[in-house]
């Protein structure tokens, strides 16, 4: 049988990446799939550089076991079935109570306040000691897939995209640094020789997915998205609209992307582009936007074991019903109606 294959397009969202180890963990175990490219921002990122050094040492169990390891960093246990005992009192009560516990409030005060610069040398970020765990001759490595890192240029505004030996800890770092609770990652610009100040890389590709539309690669894309592109209730609540507003903000380049893809095939479908001028590109997405609603940005920046693991095992369900409802198309049409989503 002839496998298919596909790129990965990660979004970043925190700890709310676990959603998207969920959903590697399932497509991993379908050897129908070949994975040719993975871009990945934040959580993404950090997704992704697992799947590639794992798969390269151990194949897509190596892969797996990789994945495993990170998020158990990220939770600070060993074993996440250890959180179950939480699971009665429900996903969303659970992110509700976090959201408003003292510490998450004042955490939230102090960023208002308090630069991440002030701390002097104390300050330390956590995400370090797990990053430079990585094995970076195979994260930067010409084997498959192809991987590509997204951050934000605080100088120019501008999407950085690293990619084969500029990919190291301080990249992944870059990717995932908000700057409301980093400091900003300092890398130097081989061509320039200039040191260029980076910041999440959610505020200009979450994720990028231009780097997946070279020629050497297959027209179809399946977008992990984890910040929920829908919501029908209207915040009221200064939480809730801040909440809100993340959202937003972590898919607006996201959903420009998409725009331009759909403007791309409207030209070509018309005729008014000829086949070849431009990629046409398959886009597939699997989200639980239901199951995103239920959780705010605390919950994104607190790793608590119980929601890591129901996120976990959320992706695994969505990735399930991609493989049953729309692995078929992979290859031949795209399963998002982006006409439908822009007009």
Not at 130 to 140: A, G, Q, R, T
Not at 158 to 174: H, S, Y
Not at 198 to 212: I, K, R, V
Request: glycine fraction near 8%.
């Amino acid at each position: 049988m002839k496998k298919k294959q596909i790129n990965l397009a990660l979004q970043g969202g925190g700890a709310h990446g676990a959603y998207t180890w969920g959903v590697l963990d399932r497509l991993l175990e379908e050897d129908a799939l070949e994975i040719s490219a993975i871009s990945g921002t934040s959580a993404g990122a950090l997704n992704g550089a697992a799947i590639k050094s794992g798969m390269i040492i151990g194949g897509r169990q190596g892969a797996r076991d990789n994945l495993d390891w990170l998020w158990e960093k990220v939770a600070g246990v060993r074993d996440l079935r250890l959180s179950e005992w939480m699971a009665p009192f429900g996903i969303a009560a659970l992110s509700k109570a976090i959201e408003q516990s003292w510490p998450v409030a004042v955490g939230n005060a102090m960023t208002r306040i308090v630069s991440p610069y002030d701390y002097g040398p104390v300050y330390k970020n956590p995400l370090r000691e797990i990053v430079e765990k990585f094995n970076y001759d195979l994260v930067c490595g010409q084997q498959a897939p192809h991987f590509f890192v997204s951050a934000t240029n605080v100088r120019n505004g501008k999407i950085k995209v690293f990619q084969g030996e500029e990919i190291g800890p301080d990249a992944l770092l870059a990717s995932a640094c908000l700057p409301t609770l980093f400091q900003a990652v300092e890398i130097e610009d081989p061509k320039t020789g200039r040191v260029e100040a980076y910041w999440d890389g959610g505020y200009t590709g979450n994720p990028a997915l231009f780097p997946l539309f070279a020629p050497d690669l297959p027209a179809d894309i399946v977008i992990i998205n984890i910040n929920p592109l829908v919501r029908d209730k209207l915040p009221n609540s200064s939480t809730e609209i801040q909440n809100r507003i993340n959202e937003i903000s972590f898919n607006s380049s996201l959903l420009r992307e998409l725009r331009a893809i759909e403007f791309v095939q409207r030209l070509l479908d018309a005729g008014r582009l000829n086949e070849g001028q431009m990629n046409r590109v398959r886009v597939h997405m699997i989200a639980d936007d239901d199951m995103m609603s239920k959780l705010s940005t605390a919950t994104k920046t607190v790793p608590n074991p119980a929601v890591i693991s129901a996120l976990k095992q959320a992706g695994r369900v969505a990735a399930e019903q991609f493989l049953r409802d729309d692995i078929d198309h992979v290859g031949k049409r795209s399963t998002v109606d982006l006409e439908k989503m822009f007009n």
